[in-house]
């Protein structure tokens, strides 16, 4: 029965089929992620193929240059796995003509354009839907689709910033210079909303059986990620986060930085054992939580008293599950800890013979999720005839004809 | 055909039964998106209702008592909309009789517990696949089910330090103290790769028919979160990032920081003509990409002196559509802007008869979802009884039983 079932759909998107048109970075991580889930993700490379030089530097001349594996840099390596390449002209009538083939036999078509740019090229929902009823068209934008904004050019510093992320992100020290997150956050809330839109539109059209537009904002998407501070802020005249004020946060063991949270009862109480000062309990200054957050000065220059005595190791050792603690890691430590690798968050895929690269797993495990596959991201058009035969039943002299026209 | 259409289904989720156990931020903000989308999510409330109370903080002393509305906080508030409420001891016998019930006629179990809490309650997916095989059971802890780290207790906090997310956050002071989300990022970013899970599982099972067990780890999704960034670091030794380099940032106006994006030629040669700095284009320290990079300080100077003669409103409109830049917002400001508001990102939900509250709209816009509904959090066990008699039969007598017996 289990095999059966394994035989019959290992992953939960197999058998979906995505045009990605994507360019950039959001678009591109939600692709991907369609494909980790293993959907069959066609990358529609348009030429001149500029989605494969990152942020706007020709590889020429890239930075990037140095770490770059063969037609890849970085940047497109951490993105475009588990994707088919396909080369395609969309400016030419013959290229339009195969996209809506290809159009008729897809479930999504994802794509990153500003506004009005797919329609400009005649392949807005309302077109492609009149070619297939069931396609799911899912538009990721700066601002959306719609208000005066709309037509605003927009990157994930520009989101961070308009949308209040970079104002929280620089809410420690209101005063200094503003703090970006430093890991295009704006692009990552983007690309995994417009996933989620897109796992959404699939499931509801097994119910309904039609397919629909959807109209994701990176800039909506980051409002949502403020909620409480969002709630806060937008009700009350004087709201201040109360986070600063609980008793967690980032103290100073011997060695290093420590990361602890003994806002809770339970964890304080066993916190003030482990570190011998019970007497912190009945302390008047201390003995409520309220108490605790007006007096979170003095309690955290004893805490650093205490804490300097011994290294973050040992305190991690003596603290085990008992206290919520953690050392500030870097991106390297985090993903050689062993946790990382048990879980499977740090895959290798193959570029070619001589190159192994290591990139980051998928964190959707669950009991009906066998046989991930992760394929290196393809060189450009590399699966283009393979597609066009396979999807469409193009004959190879259709395919040569189509090369010769410059079509793909 | 519209209309018909709308009537069968309006919202992607709608009959989809979510029985929520969820605490805390991040499972909280998952089961509303869930319900958001038209799932019927039912919080199950277990004695004492410690969720309610956010951060560890009994309501009695809670510094966010006085932004409280009823028995809500604005934690609580910002997380809990499109919820019914229903109490329930699962720790009795009876209680565990009607959990299980419940299961029967539910599609998802969605629960944040450390591992093994749910098996010490009998409630755990093997459990309960057995009272309904197609049942989806999510568990979203800190670090997972499985490796090394799997018993640690967690907090956003605590997987922001050791993911390597403060890490990035403090990327631009290395030196300095390192610098938190600001937004519990880490339980946002948990929360909403559990909702694509759940997803992703739902759609699975319309092809399976088979429910499975998904463990999804905050640490997990944060890794991915960090993607290029990730990539780079386990790939080479001194992998640096290149978005420093960039011709974007934080700029001078003459009232207040400006963001700017010229890093993409285009981009470049538009922002040059509107400042009246054409000779810049010409200019051999600053003709390419690599050069601009390379001379960056030199022109950020040059650029804050151009740009301090006009305030950030003035530029936004001379920029207009042609280059990417923004002001600093505030999360009101964010919020208070005619794009959120014409995006509906901003809705309002009756509390009670004098109590309105501002919460942050949906992200996901799309064609097929219709009639979006928001409705406030539900008062502790508010919907018990309806629940009971709705979805299992239970008399007015069983119901009545079991809340003298104290199980609701």
Same mark, same amino acid.
């Given at each position: 029965?289990?095999?059966?079932?394994?035989?019959?759909q290992?992953?939960?998107?197999?058998?979906?089929?995505?045009l990605?048109?994507?360019?950039?970075?959001?678009?591109?991580?939600?692709?991907?992620?369609?494909?980790?889930?293993g959907?069959?993700?066609?990358k529609?490379?348009?030429?001149?193929?500029r989605?494969r030089?990152?942020?706007?530097?020709?590889?020429r001349?890239?930075?990037?240059?140095?770490?770059?594996?063969?037609?890849?840099?970085?940047?497109f390596?951490?993105?475009?796995?588990?994707?088919?390449?396909?080369?395609?002209?969309?400016?030419?009538?013959?290229?339009?003509?195969? @996209?809506?083939?290809?159009?008729? =036999?897809?479930?999504?078509?994802? !794509?990153? $354009?500003?506004?009005? &740019?797919? /329609?400009? #090229?005649?392949?807005?929902?309302?077109?492609l839907r009149?070619?297939?009823?069931?396609?799911?068209?899912c538009?990721?934008?700066?601002?959306?689709?719609?208000?005066?904004?709309?037509?605003?050019?927009?990157?994930?510093l520009?989101?961070?910033?308009?949308?209040?992320?970079?104002?929280?992100?620089?809410s420690a020290?209101?005063?200094?210079?503003?703090?970006?997150?430093?890991?295009?956050?704006?692009?990552?809330?983007?690309?995994?909303?417009?996933?989620?839109?897109?796992?959404?539109?699939?499931?509801?059209?097994?119910?309904?059986?039609?397919?629909?537009?959807?109209?994701?904002?990176?800039?909506?998407?980051a409002?949502? @990620?403020?909620?409480?501070?969002? =709630?806060g802020?937008?009700?009350? !005249?004087? $709201?201040?986060d109360? &986070?600063? /004020?609980? #008793?967690?946060?980032?103290?100073?063991?011997?060695?290093?930085?420590?990361?602890?949270a003994?806002?809770?009862?339970?964890?304080?109480r066993?916190?003030?054992?482990i570190?011998?000062?019970?007497e912190?309990?009945?302390?008047?200054?201390?003995?409520?939580?309220?108490?605790?957050?007006?007096?979170?000065?003095?309690?955290?220059?004893?805490?650093?008293?205490?804490?300097?005595e011994?290294?973050?190791?040992?305190?991690l050792?003596?603290?085990?599950?008992?206290?919520?603690?953690?050392?500030?890691?870097?991106?390297?430590?985090?993903?050689?800890?062993?946790?990382?690798?048990?879980?499977?968050?740090?895959?290798?895929?193959?570029?070619?013979?001589?190159t192994? =690269?290591?990139?980051?797993?998928?964190?959707?495990?669950?009991?009906?999720?066998?046989?991930?596959?992760?394929?290196?991201?393809?060189?450009?058009?590399?699966?283009?005839?393979e597609?066009?035969?396979?999807?469409?039943?193009f004959?190879?002299?259709?395919?040569?004809?189509?090369?010769?026209?410059?079509?793909?």
């Amino acid at each position: 029965m289990e095999h059966e079932r394994s035989e019959k759909q290992k992953l939960p998107l197999q058998g979906v089929i995505v045009l990605d048109l994507t360019r950039a970075t959001a678009g591109p991580l939600g692709a991907q992620m369609l494909g980790d889930l293993g959907a069959t993700v066609i990358k529609v490379e348009i030429p001149p193929q500029r989605q494969r030089q990152m942020r706007g530097i020709s590889s020429r001349e890239s930075l990037y240059q140095r770490y770059s594996c063969g037609d890849f840099d970085i940047h497109f390596l951490a993105l475009n796995r588990n994707k088919k390449s396909l080369t395609l002209d969309l400016s030419s009538e013959r290229g339009k003509a195969v @996209f809506h083939d290809l159009v008729k =036999v897809s479930d999504v078509v994802y !794509e990153n $354009f500003r506004p009005g &740019s797919m /329609k400009r #090229l005649g392949l807005d929902y309302e077109a492609l839907r009149r070619v297939n009823p069931k396609i799911i068209c899912c538009s990721l934008t700066g601002y959306g689709y719609s208000g005066p904004l709309r037509d605003l050019p927009a990157f994930d510093l520009i989101i961070e910033a308009t949308s209040g992320l970079l104002n929280a992100t620089s809410s420690a020290d209101p005063e200094g210079i503003p703090v970006f997150s430093g890991v295009a956050m704006a692009d990552h809330i983007g690309g995994i909303w417009s996933v989620l839109a897109i796992l959404a539109a699939l499931f509801q059209r097994e119910h309904t059986g039609e397919g629909q537009h959807l109209d994701i904002a990176m800039q909506d998407a980051a409002l949502h @990620f403020l909620s409480y501070k969002a =709630v806060g802020s937008m009700n009350f !005249e004087t $709201f201040d986060d109360i &986070s600063k /004020k609980l #008793l967690w946060g980032i103290f100073r063991a011997k060695d290093d930085y420590i990361v602890l949270a003994v806002h809770r009862e339970p964890f304080w109480r066993e916190f003030c054992r482990i570190l011998g000062h019970e007497e912190w309990l009945q302390d008047p200054l201390f003995d409520t939580q309220m108490k605790r957050q007006k007096n979170r000065e003095r309690l955290v220059s004893l805490f650093n008293e205490v804490l300097s005595e011994k290294k973050v190791d040992e305190w991690l050792q003596i603290f085990g599950t008992k206290v919520p603690a953690t050392r500030l890691s870097s991106l390297k430590d985090a993903l050689n800890h062993p946790q990382a690798r048990s879980r499977n968050m740090v895959i290798e895929v193959d570029l070619d013979k001589e190159t192994k =690269v290591k990139l980051v797993g998928n964190p959707i495990k669950g009991s009906g999720i066998k046989g991930e596959v992760f394929n290196p991201p393809p060189r450009i058009g590399q699966d283009t005839a393979e597609i066009l035969e396979s999807l469409l039943s193009f004959s190879q002299e259709k395919i040569a004809e189509l090369r010769d026209e410059g079509i793909m």
